[in-house]
């Protein structure tokens, strides 16, 4: 017997229709003879409704009271999920990330899990039910009901999977698995069969948000076998796979964007030793996650520091940083909201030069301005204007011939 644990994403548990087709699906795996945890997003874009309820309601939103607003919406799933299998003949029963065990830091809007105490998820499974878990939340070493980031279902799934030894994680989702670029945006982008841990994780981190980027760190981690695929079509989906396992490394896999990130320059800083330290200080003793950072040539020992962060952390960070202008000797800090992020990712660029000149040469054919660049081995990553990050997308898209 097996123990698989599958998540349904807020689409797949969008209406009282979907619920049923999910409790249908979970019965299945149930009645040919597996173990099943089930971890269930909010219905819909009801975290996004409840976040801006909460802005209409005040422009002041205590991080623990945002934190017990949003968690509702995973709370209303998994109960109505629950009555869909009761109706089938499934016992089972829902838990909230706190009942479930798990453990997270006291960081508010993005809690880190620190433990599973997974023994009331156990004894569900021993006494033949199918335990239905609240994703996104957990509760504080102080007690409090935190979330773990948007997305982060997906990281509930994959954290119960290694902690219970699942033999299967299945992300169950609205496309039919990982493709070659948002095929909301690309038509013609085509289902991977299987991506290597190294491609999933850059995918992750660039913005692809099929998969959340700390579950694909955990699933790597304990080795949890990965599949992402469809609760529409119930296909099989893609595989997430240690890199020697993954066919043959394309030079570039997949085009990633990401339209969530803002830029903040730090204008007029000193260029000598210790001023970067000092700002990244003010800006990670606020959690505020920094990704690309450019800095520019000095002139007369000055210089600008750019970077970009979430959209989500804009007021955070020039907040931190604006404390500090007098100390790093900078004169103003501005911030870019109509930014965006394009990607090329693939192992095999690590092997083939070119890759870099022919992105820009693509986004020069398109007039596309690049603000900033970024690498890794696998990634090459360009700033570009909002507006023009989906003709960006496709037009890489079509240069290495990824359709
Ligand atoms: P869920 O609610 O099921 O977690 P998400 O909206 O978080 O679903 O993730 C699925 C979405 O990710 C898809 O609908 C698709 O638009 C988007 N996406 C972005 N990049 C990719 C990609 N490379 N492959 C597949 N889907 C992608
Ligand atoms: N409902 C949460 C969100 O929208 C978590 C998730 O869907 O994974 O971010
Ligand atoms: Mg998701």
């Not at 149930?30 to 309601?57: F, H, P, Q, W």
């Not at 990401?258 to 204008?267: G, L, W």
């Amino acid at each position: 017997m097996a123990l698989v644990v599958q998540k349904f994403g807020g689409t797949s548990v969008g209406d009282a229709d979907r619920i049923r087709a999910v409790a249908d699906h979970v019965a299945r795996t149930r009645r040919s003879g597996n173990d099943v945890v089930v971890v269930v997003s909010a219905m819909g874009k009801t975290t996004d409704d409840l976040i801006r309820l909460a802005t209409e309601v005040s422009s002041v939103q205590p991080p623990r009271e945002y934190d017990m607003l949003v968690s509702s919406g995973e709370r209303i799933s998994t109960a109505l999920l629950c009555m869909a299998l009761a109706e089938l003949g499934v016992a089972a029963s829902s838990f909230t990330g706190s009942q479930a065990g798990i453990v997270t830091d006291t960081d508010h809007t993005k809690a880190k899990i620190v433990d599973i105490r997974a023994g009331r998820i156990t004894e569900a499974l021993e006494a033949g039910k199918v335990p239905v878990v609240a994703g996104f939340q957990g509760v504080s070493t102080e007690r409090d009901v935190t979330t773990l980031g948007r997305g982060a279902s997906d990281l509930t799934a994959v954290a119960l999977a290694a902690v219970l030894g699942a033999d299967a994680c299945e992300i169950y989702t609205d496309v039919t698995g990982v493709f070659s670029a948002d095929p909301r945006i690309v038509p013609d982008a085509h289902k991977l069969s299987r991506v290597s841990f190294e491609e999933m994780l850059e995918i992750a981190a660039a913005g692809g948000r099929v998969l959340q980027l700390r579950s694909a760190e955990i699933a790597r981690n304990h080795h949890v076998p990965l599949q992402v695929r469809s609760s529409f079509t119930w296909e099989p989906g893609t595989w997430i796979v240690e890199e020697d396992e993954a066919m043959e490394q394309a030079v570039v896999t997949a085009v990633v964007h990401d339209i969530s990130q803002a830029k903040i320059t730090v204008a007029g800083v000193q260029d000598k030793p210790g001023v970067a330290a000092r700002l990244f200080r003010s800006l990670a003793d606020r959690s505020v996650n920094v990704d690309d950072i450019v800095q520019n040539a000095s002139a007369h020992g000055i210089t600008d520091i750019s970077f970009t962060v979430p959209r989500t952390d804009i007021a955070t960070a020039v907040e931190g940083v604006s404390g500090h202008l007098a100390e790093l000797g900078a004169t103003q800090v501005t911030s870019d909201q109509g930014i965006a992020k394009v990607s090329v990712i693939g192992a095999g660029m690590k092997s083939h030069p070119g890759v870099t000149a022919t992105m820009f040469e693509t986004l020069a054919e398109e007039g596309i301005n690049i603000d900033l660049i970024s690498t890794s081995t696998i990634r090459i990553s360009c700033i570009v204007r909002e507006e023009d990050v989906e003709r960006a997308v496709r037009a890489l898209h079509r240069a290495f011939e990824l359709a």
